[in-house]
């Protein structure tokens, strides 16, 4: 692994997590609120033995600079910040684009600002229509064991106890709402859900179209049992193998 400091994009300083940097294709792995890349330590190895794996610590959080825009910043800037970043990473070729929670967000916002630019997209446990997915679901809620359960929490309470995120952050978040653009996606989309234990096959179609997720054109979705907030920490093995199953049924290898 290799992480390395890319200095001033948009006026701000990005510390990037990179794994196998000379595979021909990348995919970017982007972080949720008050998290940062080191969430993807265990999936990030699996995944560098094909791909050049990117990590990214998002403005304001992990070890990235937290330098403040002269407005409020929301998920908008984020997405920015990110583009700015791949570029600056000299990409040869569209990448692969998993966001999860707040990152997931971001990449649904990404393909509004940058269509097309993907090759495909992951979206982990995030909702085209944030209150929507609140109201539905029992978020930050892990079902696994508690030492894992205990790690989860620690980073995210230190994480928020640290204040480095603008309140203006999770203003956006609360008012995310993609559903206007998920038709226009026209490249290969997973989404990754966890259950909480109570969301079965029958129930799926009306959560995804209350959610918005099932606007998305051709969208492939992941349910995982007893799972939740956290799946790639949680369950980091049926994470991979979901997301290596649905690359290699796009060629994406």
Known sequence: MLIHRI??????????????????????????????????????????????????????????????????????????????????????????LHGHSLGGMIALDYWRQYPGSVKALIIDDAFPHFVEGMRMFDLFAPTVDLAVQARINAKSFANAAAGRVPASVWDSILAFDARPWLPTINVPTLALLGDR??????????????????????????MFAHCGHFIALEQSAQWCAAVRHFLDQCGLH
Do not use: C
Request: zero cysteines; glycine letters at 6%; charged letters at 20%.
């Open 7 to 96: 200095h001033l994009i948009r006026n701000n300083r990005f510390v990037v997590r990179e794994y196998n940097p000379s595979a021909p294709q990348a995919i970017v792995l982007v972080h949720g609120h008050d998290r940062d890349g080191a969430d993807f330590a265990e999936v990030a190895a699996d995944l560098s033995r094909d791909f050049r794996v990117i990590i990214p610590d998002l403005r304001f959080h992990g070890l990235s600079d937290a330098t403040l825009f002269d407005h409020p910043a929301g998920i908008a800037d984020l997405a920015q910040d990110l583009h700015g970043l791949m570029a600056a990473l000299d990409i040869a070729q569209p990448a692969i």
């Open 197 to 222: 234990g109570w969301v079965d096959a029958t129930k799926l179609p009306d959560v995804l179209d209350a959610i918005g997720t099932a606007l998305i054109p051709g969208v492939r979705v992941e």
